[in-house]
């Protein structure tokens, strides 16, 4: 089992940045991507981006690039979704996910997720 515990989330105002953290442990060497979704309220579960969990190579949706960024941190066994220029159509549940599969980025292909972080942007 792999557990994943998202933080960072809360109220930014339009244009502003935010980090999110999403902390590992468990089995961690049984997956091979973490990756970042995002819920809107009455809507389908996003695809934000991954990256790889050897060589943490990053891969984004494309309406993500730019402005989304993610980084991870071996040691830590911790991955990161830096946000710039957040407007209020970014306001959704965050979730961090794992999988055992290479590089993808439907919901269905993930095995372990958290319990999701709220972000909310508005002035």
């Known amino acids: 089992q792999v557990q994943l515990v998202e933080s960072g989330g809360g109220l930014v105002q339009p244009g502003g940045s935010l980090r999110l953290s999403c902390a590992a442990s468990?089995?961690?060497?049984?997956?091979?991507?973490m990756a970042w979704f995002r819920q809107a309220a009455g809507q389908v579960r996003e695809f934000v981006g991954g990256?790889?969990?050897?060589?943490?190579?990053?891969y984004y949706s494309n309406s993500k690039k730019g402005r989304f960024t993610i980084s991870r941190d071996n040691a830590k066994n911790t991955v990161y979704l830096q946000m710039h220029d957040l407007t209020p159509e970014d306001t959704a549940v965050y979730y961090c996910?794992?999988?055992?599969?290479?590089?993808?980025?439907?919901?269905?292909?993930?095995?372990?997720w958290g319990q999701g972080t709220q972000v909310t942007v508005s002035s």
């Open positions: 990256i790889t969990v050897s060589g943490a190579i990053p």
């Open positions: 996910a794992a999988s055992r599969l290479p590089r993808v980025d439907t919901a269905e292909m993930y095995d372990y």
């Open positions: 468990g089995r961690t060497y049984t997956t091979n991507v």
